[in-house]
C-alpha cells in the first residue's frame, strides 16, 4: 500500500522568498512520485514526477523536488516564489508493481504569496 | 492539442437521483482513471480503465459504475445519490496504463446533491 503525508495544510512565503512544500511518503515498493497543482475551479496539473531516474527532478514554473529514499522524501520547492505561484499544491504517489497504478494523493498545502 | 474534456462541468442533483458524468481523454491516450475530490480534500481513486477493461477500483461502494468505450472516452455512472457524493469528480488520462506514466487531468465535474 502506498500513501503520502503533506506537513502543513497551508504555507504563506513573501513574494520572491524561497518556496518549501513537504511531502513524506510511505511504499511497500519502489514508488513514483509526482506534485500536481490546482488553481481554483480548475483541474490538477503535472509539475513535475519522479521515475527512478535522476533524484533531483525538475518541472515546469521554475519548481523542482528531490527524491530522498533515506528521508521517505519528496519535498517540492522553487527559488523565488511569484504571485502566480499561488495554488494548491498535491503531492501524490503511485506503485511501480503492474496492477495498482492509481495515484494516491496527500491532502494538499495551499500556498498563500504575500505581495 | 485538446486535453482530457469532461461534460457537464456543474450538475446539481437530489438525492436518490443517479447521475451520469462524461470524460474524453487526450487524442491517442487508452488509460482513463477517474477521482473524487471532497472540498478541503486529495483526490480519491475510484476507477481506472485501460483497453475498456476495468484495471483498478478504489475503496467505493457499487453505486458508483463505469465504463469506457472503443474510442477510449469513459462514463462515470453513480445511482442513489447521497449528500456525501457531493464532491468535484475528475477523469485523468495516461498513454498507457502503468504507474510511471503521467495522468492528465481534466477540470472535473462539480456535482452538488441537494
Known amino acids: 500500500a502506498q500513501s503520502v503525508t503533506q506537513l502543513g495544510s497551508h504555507v504563506s512565503v513573501s513574494e520572491g522568498a524561497l518556496v518549501l512544500l513537504r511531502c513524506n511518503y510511505s511504499?511497500?515498493?519502489?514508488?513514483?512520485l509526482f506534485w500536481y497543482v490546482q488553481y481554483p475551479n480548475q483541474g490538477l496539473q503535472l509539475l513535475l514526477k519522479?521515475?527512478?531516474?535522476?533524484?533531483l527532478v525538475k518541472g515546469i514554473n521554475g519548481f523542482e523536488a528531490e527524491f530522498k529514499k533515506s528521508e521517505t522524501s519528496f519535498h517540492l520547492t522553487k527559488p523565488s516564489a511569484h504571485m502566480s505561484d499561488a495554488a494548491e499544491y498535491f503531492c501524490?504517489?503511485?506503485?511501480?508493481?503492474?496492477?495498482?497504478?492509481?495515484?494516491?494523493f496527500g491532502t494538499g498545502t495551499r500556498l498563500t504569496i504575500i505581495p | 492539442d485538446a486535453g482530457v474534456t469532461q461534460s457537464p462541468t456543474h450538475l446539481i442533483k437530489t438525492r436518490g437521483q443517479h447521475v451520469t458524468l462524461r470524460c474524453s481523454p487526450i487524442?491517442?491516450?487508452?488509460?482513463v482513471s477517474w477521482y473524487q475530490q471532497v472540498l478541503g480534500q486529495g483526490p480519491q481513486f475510484i476507477f481506472q480503465?485501460?483497453?475498456?477493461?476495468?484495471?483498478g477500483r478504489g475503496n467505493f461502494p457499487d453505486r458508483f459504475s463505469a465504463r469506457q468505450f472503443p474510442n477510449y472516452s469513459s462514463e462515470l455512472n453513480v445511482n442513489a445519490l447521497l449528500l456525501g457524493d457531493s464532491a468535484l469528480y475528475l477523469c485523468?488520462?495516461?498513454?498507457?496504463?502503468?504507474?510511471?506514466?503521467?495522468?492528465?487531468f481534466g477540470d472535473g465535474t462539480r456535482l452538488s446533491i441537494l
Open positions: 485523468a488520462s495516461s498513454f498507457r496504463q502503468y504507474g510511471n506514466q503521467p495522468q492528465h
Open positions: 511504499s511497500s515498493v519502489p514508488p513514483y
Open positions: 519522479y521515475t527512478s531516474a535522476a533524484t
Open positions: 501524490a504517489v503511485s506503485a511501480t508493481n503492474f496492477g495498482n497504478e492509481k495515484l494516491t
Open positions: 487524442s491517442g491516450h487508452k488509460s
Open positions: 480503465y485501460y483497453e475498456k477493461e476495468e484495471r
